[in-house]
């Protein structure tokens, strides 16, 4: 059983085996997608194979559509070239269901992937082609919050944006100014209007998009390598929209366990690619079950009807609500609460965590009594009923192989949304008091103590990356399980940035929680297990 065009004649095989195929003629929608494309996405990654191409897929089975999607990989080539292309654009879709059944599906939705390579003349032509298309009324993004940033860290533009920046829209190779390039492509084609949808997690996600393009078009039109027009085209004509949208959706790295299930149903070819920039790819993608899409509803050209899959279309206001009720109180803050002691008590799992009695009510407690009374409620969606499902059914979902360590990433960037926006919540709200908040302070020295790299039985463990890894491990960098430490003298700094926790810690007086907590669980090995059972009993 081999996942390609030719290998899927064999449908007996393929359904024999417990697999879901596409149930329309794919030759046809590939040709109809050709001449008249209508999606175009940005970023061949897990997420987009596991949401969206299999949302499209549903309507192409239901007859809604009967085109299919074009993708285009802007950062690793070789996913196209090593993925994409072997397998004719299929994929393995693996559904994880927290009952413990899977669900394994054949996604043949995507029919044309390219590269965003402006070296590679064919390719980038057919993109121009694509982007000239009357037919056009969307091109979506995942390629992660950070692929929007044109700056370095001295705040000045990259070489890369720079030299493009100086070059003009010809032959860019930045990502922003590839992706600005086609849009430049779509004005000379007689300014035809276009939603420019990213569906990356990270807030106000249209805006980020926005402003990386406008740089784009702005410095073009005003240096004279540009039609003056451009600019205006892309800020101001209502042609160009950038629309925000909220996505969630847990699709961890393909687990070798999934591999070994479909190789025993007799599927070939399945090894995984890593590629020249370490990306780590396979034909298969595993996710949960549960997800969410909500997209401000701005398509300047039309949009299909993909509310018939699942999808929520509503206003910008709605759009923040959901985001802020999912980032800083329904999910998001568990995530790092279970991230950041799981690392240091020695799980590999988020969903064995939820077995420990001490660190699922803890997440209880961060989610029902300390975030709900603040949270943010869209009306789309209700609060409890989104962490009802995330504590009870998303989380322990034990056929999930999402690991602390992964989810630990960056939490210095984390922490001031997760958790900010609530403690700013209580600090502004004449009935509710900033001293009542008790489990928010202890996951902030569980993560002061996770910085110390040393875990609950004394052994180090490596500490995942994060921009302020060095600068931060050096203030505990002299604290040693066990030995007497003036707490409040190494943590003063730290708990007045409020770069980190959103607010000055020590302005609102709870610098002094933080350091109690930090003291016991520094006390020595076992020290965190017994503090987390002490503060939940």
């Given at each position: 059983m081999r996942l390609n065009n030719e290998g899927l004649k064999d449908r007996k095989s393929w359904e024999n085996a417990g697999y879901s195929l596409p149930e329309y003629d794919r030759e046809t929608v590939t040709k109809a997608t050709r001449e008249n494309?209508?999606?175009?996405?940005f970023g061949a990654g897990n997420i987009f194979r596991a949401f969206q191409a299999n949302v499209v897929q549903d309507l192409l089975n239901q007859g809604v559509l009967d085109r299919g999607l074009v993708v285009a990989e802007g950062y690793d080539y070789e996913i196209i070239q090593k993925m994409n292309h072997p397998h004719d654009d299929y994929s393995i879709l693996v559904t994880l269901k927290a009952n413990g059944t899977v669900e394994k599906t054949i996604v043949g939705s995507v029919v044309e992937s390219l590269a965003l390579d402006s070296d590679n003349a064919e390719q980038f032509q057919r993109l121009k082609e694509i982007f000239s298309a009357d037919s056009l009324q969307m091109a979506s993004f995942t390629i992660t919050?950070?692929?929007?940033?044109?700056?370095?860290?001295?705040g000045k533009f990259t070489p890369l944006v720079a030299t493009d920046l100086a070059a003009g829209p010809e032959a860019p190779i930045s990502y922003i100014g590839k992706v600005a390039s086609l849009l430049y492509a779509r004005f000379l084609a007689g300014e035809k209007p276009i939603a420019m949808v990213s569906?990356?997690?990270?807030?106000?996600?249209?805006?980020?998009?926005?402003?990386?393009?406008?740089?784009?078009?702005?410095?073009?039109?005003?240096?004279?390598?540009?039609?003056?027009?451009?600019?205006?085209?892309?800020?101001?004509?209502?042609?160009?929209?950038?629309?925000?949208?909220?996505?969630?959706?847990?699709?961890?790295?393909?687990?070798?366990?999934?591999?070994?299930?479909?190789?025993?149903?007799?599927?070939?070819?399945?090894?995984?690619?890593?590629?020249g920039k370490h990306t780590y790819v396979a034909p298969f993608v595993n996710a949960e079950e549960c997800q969410y899409l909500v997209i401000e509803d701005n398509f300047p050209n039309g949009r299909p009807a993909l509310e018939k899959g699942g999808l929520i279309f509503t206003t910008r206001e709605t759009v923040d609500k959901v985001e802020k009720m999912k980032v800083c109180t329904c999910l998001?803050?568990?995530?790092?609460?279970?991230?950041?002691?799981?690392?240091?008590?020695?799980?590999?799992?988020i969903s064995e965590e939820m077995k420990n009695p001490s660190l699922k009510k803890l997440v209880k407690q961060i989610g029902y009594t300390e975030g709900l009374p603040v949270v943010v409620n869209p009306g789309i969606l209700d609060p409890k009923e989104f962490l009802d499902t995330v504590l009870n059914v998303r989380i322990p979902n034990p056929f999930m192989p999402d690991t602390p360590q992964r989810i630990a990433t960056d939490t210095s960037q984390k922490l001031a949304i997760r958790f900010g926006e609530t403690i700013k919540a209580y600090a502004a709200d004449s009935k509710l008091n900033v001293g009542d908040l008790k489990f928010i302070p202890l996951v902030f020295a569980g993560w002061l103590r996770y910085l110390m790299g040393v875990d609950d039985n004394g052994k180090a463990f490596t500490l995942s990356s994060d921009p302020r890894?060095?600068?931060?491990?050096?203030?505990?960098?002299?604290?040693?399980?066990?030995?007497?430490?003036?707490?409040e003298a190494v943590l003063d700094n730290v708990l007045s940035d409020a770069s980190i926790w959103g607010v000055d810690l020590k302005a609102l007086g709870m610098d002094t929680i933080v350091c109690r907590y930090f003291q016991e669980?520094?006390?020595?090995?076992?020290?965190?297990?017994a503090v987390l059972n002490k503060y939940t009993s």
């Amino acid at each position: 059983m081999r996942l390609n065009n030719e290998g899927l004649k064999d449908r007996k095989s393929w359904e024999n085996a417990g697999y879901s195929l596409p149930e329309y003629d794919r030759e046809t929608v590939t040709k109809a997608t050709r001449e008249n494309p209508f999606w175009i996405h940005f970023g061949a990654g897990n997420i987009f194979r596991a949401f969206q191409a299999n949302v499209v897929q549903d309507l192409l089975n239901q007859g809604v559509l009967d085109r299919g999607l074009v993708v285009a990989e802007g950062y690793d080539y070789e996913i196209i070239q090593k993925m994409n292309h072997p397998h004719d654009d299929y994929s393995i879709l693996v559904t994880l269901k927290a009952n413990g059944t899977v669900e394994k599906t054949i996604v043949g939705s995507v029919v044309e992937s390219l590269a965003l390579d402006s070296d590679n003349a064919e390719q980038f032509q057919r993109l121009k082609e694509i982007f000239s298309a009357d037919s056009l009324q969307m091109a979506s993004f995942t390629i992660t919050e950070k692929g929007y940033n044109l700056y370095g860290a001295d705040g000045k533009f990259t070489p890369l944006v720079a030299t493009d920046l100086a070059a003009g829209p010809e032959a860019p190779i930045s990502y922003i100014g590839k992706v600005a390039s086609l849009l430049y492509a779509r004005f000379l084609a007689g300014e035809k209007p276009i939603a420019m949808v990213s569906m990356d997690n990270c807030s106000h996600n249209g805006d980020k998009l926005a402003a990386a393009i406008g740089a784009f078009a702005e410095g073009w039109s005003r240096n004279g390598l540009a039609d003056k027009d451009f600019e205006s085209y892309i800020k101001t004509s209502g042609k160009v929209s950038f629309p925000w949208t909220m996505i969630d959706k847990i699709t961890p790295r393909p687990d070798a366990s999934i591999e070994a299930l479909l190789k025993k149903d007799g599927v070939e070819e399945l090894d995984p690619v890593i590629t020249g920039k370490h990306t780590y790819v396979a034909p298969f993608v595993n996710a949960e079950e549960c997800q969410y899409l909500v997209i401000e509803d701005n398509f300047p050209n039309g949009r299909p009807a993909l509310e018939k899959g699942g999808l929520i279309f509503t206003t910008r206001e709605t759009v923040d609500k959901v985001e802020k009720m999912k980032v800083c109180t329904c999910l998001n803050p568990l995530h790092t609460a279970l991230a950041v002691f799981g690392c240091l008590i020695g799980y590999t799992l988020i969903s064995e965590e939820m077995k420990n009695p001490s660190l699922k009510k803890l997440v209880k407690q961060i989610g029902y009594t300390e975030g709900l009374p603040v949270v943010v409620n869209p009306g789309i969606l209700d609060p409890k009923e989104f962490l009802d499902t995330v504590l009870n059914v998303r989380i322990p979902n034990p056929f999930m192989p999402d690991t602390p360590q992964r989810i630990a990433t960056d939490t210095s960037q984390k922490l001031a949304i997760r958790f900010g926006e609530t403690i700013k919540a209580y600090a502004a709200d004449s009935k509710l008091n900033v001293g009542d908040l008790k489990f928010i302070p202890l996951v902030f020295a569980g993560w002061l103590r996770y910085l110390m790299g040393v875990d609950d039985n004394g052994k180090a463990f490596t500490l995942s990356s994060d921009p302020r890894l060095q600068e931060l491990t050096a203030i505990v960098s002299g604290i040693s399980l066990g030995a007497s430490t003036d707490v409040e003298a190494v943590l003063d700094n730290v708990l007045s940035d409020a770069s980190i926790w959103g607010v000055d810690l020590k302005a609102l007086g709870m610098d002094t929680i933080v350091c109690r907590y930090f003291q016991e669980l520094i006390a020595g090995p076992g020290a965190v297990a017994a503090v987390l059972n002490k503060y939940t009993s």
